[in-house]
């Protein structure tokens, strides 16, 4: 068995991206394959636990403080610093050690991994903190609206499992601008979920940018939706002396929280009215149409083509599904997607169609993530 194991450690070490999560998955589905009934019910029924277990760990700092130290630490030294009972720290680390989550070296002796580091860093512990106490409540609810309407699809912004979670008649949006101190830790996610990763602008042709015929007073790049102005930033620091304006525009609550890069127009917009910045080169919207049902997004395109000129395109920087085998990470985005805002991930096809359905065709797509089909897909007036 560890030799098995060394050699997959090499395999995984010398693959590309695609090949290490291909891995992944089959020691996934060979352990699978291992188990029995008991064992099928054993990992699934006490899912809930795992997340609400490492949001305390999170809490009480013991993912940060493992990981600061580079070698061993002692029960005694995390019962001091999280300054919570010394009995219950002993069961919060044997449950996170339970789950693979930090490293036990003898008798209450700790030890940080790969996975207790990850779980230090802000962006996981943003998406932990928006994933349990946002999402945990509408998922809790799912069960029971889908059989109230007869497992009928979700196709109503304003009648999905978060209106019934949430105790609203809101659709998503609007109620965190009414609450966005309930949006701070998904904020914070979205800005760091890609940090250090590929992106949009590691596979798109540099050279649509860099020929664009911007002056310095054209728009180069509206990023609408664009939350806090993360890919704004980003795409400054990637294109620094490509002349044209680079404007964020958002909602009120995102543009008051933005980041304050300079170059960087930070706007308010509504992308259900028409679009405001004229013949810019590029529209771009990552993870935006996903928020809503196809009826809505033709709205949000259609406010945007009386903007276009000859030279504009859309970019949609949005996962493009596989008709066949989706990977479980897309699969559960899907699935979130359509339990909060009626919406969906969407396949080539089911793209290509909403597209035509507003006079769009798509000239070209780019990939950048082989397990959720991350891809900017380069779109333009037929
Ligand atoms: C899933 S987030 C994507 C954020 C950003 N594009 C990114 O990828 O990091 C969707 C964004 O759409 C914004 N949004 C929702 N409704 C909007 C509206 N009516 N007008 C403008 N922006 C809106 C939200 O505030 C949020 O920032």
Redesign the pocket.
């Known amino acids: 068995m560890d030799a098995l194991t060394t050699q997959i450690h090499f395999l995984a070490s010398t693959a590309d991206e695609a090949g290490r999560k291909q891995i992944i998955e089959q020691l996934r589905d060979l352990s699978f394959s291992l188990e029995q009934p008991a064992d099928v019910v054993q990992r699934l029924a006490h899912r809930h636990l795992e997340i609400a277990m490492v949001r305390v760990g999170i809490d009480l700092r013991i993912f940060e403080l493992l990981a600061e130290k580079e070698g061993e630490v002692g029960l005694d030294e995390l019962v001091r610093e999280t300054g919570a009972g010394r009995g219950l720290v002993a069961r919060i680390l044997r449950y996170l050690l339970s789950m693979g989550l930090i490293a036990e070296f003898g008798v209450e002796r700790f030890a940080a991994t790969n996975v207790t580091k990850a779980l230090a860093g802000r962006g996981a512990q943003a998406m932990i903190y928006h994933n349990f106490n946002n999402l945990g409540p509408i998922f809790q609810a799912l069960p029971e609206f889908l059989a109230k309407h007869k497992y009928q699809d979700v196709t109503e912004l304003t009648n999905t499992p978060f209106q019934v979670a949430f105790n609203t008649p809101d659709p998503v949006?609007v109620y965190?601008s009414k609450h966005p101190e309930k949006l701070v830790h998904f904020?914070e996610y979205?800005?760091a979920?890609r940090q250090g990763m590929d992106t949009w602008l590691s596979v798109f042709p540099s050279e649509l940018v860099e020929n664009a015929k911007s002056h310095k007073e054209d728009a180069l790049f509206v990023?609408?939706?664009?939350?806090?102005g993360?890919?704004c930033a980003d795409f400054k620091a990637r294109y620094p002396e490509v002349k044209g304006r680079v404007v964020l525009?958002?909602?009120p609550?995102?543009i008051d929280m933005a980041l304050k890069t300079e170059g960087v127009e930070n706007t308010v917009?509504?992308?259900?009215t028409p679009q405001t910045v004229k013949g810019a080169r590029f529209y771009y919207?990552?993870?935006?149409l996903?928020?809503w049902p196809d009826a809505k997004c033709q709205e949000i395109l259609r406010n945007i083509i009386p903007a276009m000129g000859e030279d504009s395109r859309i970019l949609l920087?949005e996962m493009v599904l596989p008709e066949t085998k989706v990977h479980w990470e897309a699969a559960q985005v899907d699935i979130t997607m359509m339990v909060s805002t009626a919406a969906c991930e969407r396949t080539r096809n089911e793209w290509e169609k909403l597209l035509e359905s507003v006079g769009l065709v798509v000239e070209g797509v780019w990939t950048y993530t082989p397990s959720v089909y991350e891809s900017v897909m380069l779109v333009k007036k037929k």
């Open positions: 949006f965190f904020n979205m800005a979920r990023d609408m939706g664009g939350n806090i993360h890919q525009q958002d909602l609550y995102a917009h509504d992308i259900f919207l990552r993870a935006v996903h928020d920087d």
